[in-house]
Nanobody, 120 residues
Framework: QVQLVESGGGLVQAGGSLRLSCAAS????????MGWYRQAPGKQRELVAA???????NYADSVKGRFTISRDNAKNTVYLQMNSLKPEDTAVYYC??????????????WGKGTLVTVSS
């Protein structure tokens, strides 16, 4: 009923950039917030960046100054511009949305993830 589709992952060299996109579609009434999480092998999933419908943002300390999250509410899409990438940024990046469905349920939805690999 609700689908989040990520794109933009890939292999880059350290110092390079990637731009991730996540589009939400389906039975959506409104989106409260969208964000990006990542999970490296053997690690717990962690918040990378999030943005509310009002534009408030939150970043992990490790990415502040390098990553920028933005959104296009009309398209139900969130972006993550990742600059100055480091090998430690290597992870599967998951899109998350907290949204209200057209049945008025408020739930968190997750994308399937997109792999970002940063080589040194």
């Amino acid at each position: 009923q609700v689908q989040l589709v990520e794109s933009g992952g890939g292999l880059v060299q350290a110092g390079g950039s990637l731009r991730l996109s996540c589009a939400a579609s389906g039975s959506i009434f409104s989106i409260n917030a969208m964000g990006w999480y990542r999970q490296a092998p053997g690690k717990q999933r962690e918040l990378v960046a999030a943005i509310t419908s009002g534009g408030s943002t939150n970043y992990a300390d490790s990415v502040k100054g390098r990553f920028t999250i933005s959104r296009d509410n009309a398209k139900n899409t969130v972006y993550l511009q990742m600059n100055s990438l480091k090998p430690e940024d290597t992870a599967v990046y998951y899109c998350n949305a907290n949204l209200k469905t057209r049945d008025y349920y408020v739930m968190d939805y997750w994308g399937k993830g997109t792999l970002v690999t940063v080589s040194s």
